[in-house]
């Protein structure tokens, strides 16, 4: 069936630094991914979307790419900040259950000073 | 901006209570959802609706009901909570059919049952 995972599950860094999140997906239809971000204490709010095969993606200083042929829509930023420790989520779109999200497990960024 | 609230926010219940979690959305959007949240599994899909009328399980449904009388409103419903129910709830709504895939979420419920 349809899966997401996400590899890391806490990534800590330093203000300022580069940070990559993985996500691989399977599925046997056309993928529609997402990056879901949640704050401590608040629902998961739409981060990123796409469905465009190796079409770049951003929003609010993230970027993701969707590559088909690695069945990868990987997460970065080139410069975090404090306001970016949360939680984030990879999903994909199920084509069955309503159309219903599929979630990764989700990596905790920790962003220190 | 889409708005879909829930009540309550916090609930604790004693186990073999009923409990009946709310959700109401502002979208006009046809399918709504609940998810649960646990700690190392993500968000995983619990029931869904196409509408009025309409609930469908979904991936983890066993030992709950959905009940969505209206456009607007969505129901998640215990009827013998257990201890292992204990988990952040949440409720989202979204219009794939009108190429609205993006769902939004509700704020949460955190349930505690002991």
């Known amino acids: 069936g349809d899966s997401v995972t996400q590899t890391e599950g806490l990534v800590t860094l330093t203000k300022g630094l580069p940070v990559m999140l993985n996500c691989t997906y399977q599925t046997t239809y056309s993928p529609f991914l997402f990056w879901y971000v949640q704050h401590l204490n608040e629902a998961p709010k739409l981060l990123l979307k796409?469905?465009?095969?190796?079409k770049r993606t951003e929003h609010q200083g993230f970027y993701a790419t969707l590559h088909k042929s690695s069945s990868s829509f990987h997460l970065q930023k080139s410069s975090v900040q404090l306001s970016d420790s949360a939680l984030y989520f990879c999903a994909l779109t199920a084509y069955q259950g309503g159309r219903a999200l599929i979630f990764g497990t989700g990596t905790t960024v920790s962003v220190s000073p | 901006e889409a708005a879909v609230t829930q009540s309550p926010r916090n609930k604790v219940a004693v186990t073999g209570g009923k409990v009946t979690l709310s959700c109401n959305q502002t979208n006009n959007h046809n399918n709504m959802y609940w998810y649960r949240q646990d700690t190392g599994h993500g968000l995983r899909l619990i029931h869904y609706?196409?509408?009025?009328?309409?609930?469908e399980k979904g991936d983890i449904p066993d030992g709950y009901k959905a009940s969505r009388p209206s456009q607007e409103n969505f129901s998640l419903i215990l009827e013998l909570a257990t201890p292992s129910q204990t988990s952040v709830y949440f409720c989202a709504s979204g219009d794939p059919g009108q190429g609205q895939d993006t769902q939004y979420f509700g704020p949460g419920t955190r349930l505690l049952v002991l």
């Open positions: 609706s196409y509408g009025a009328g309409s609930t």
């Open positions: 796409s469905s465009t095969d190796n």
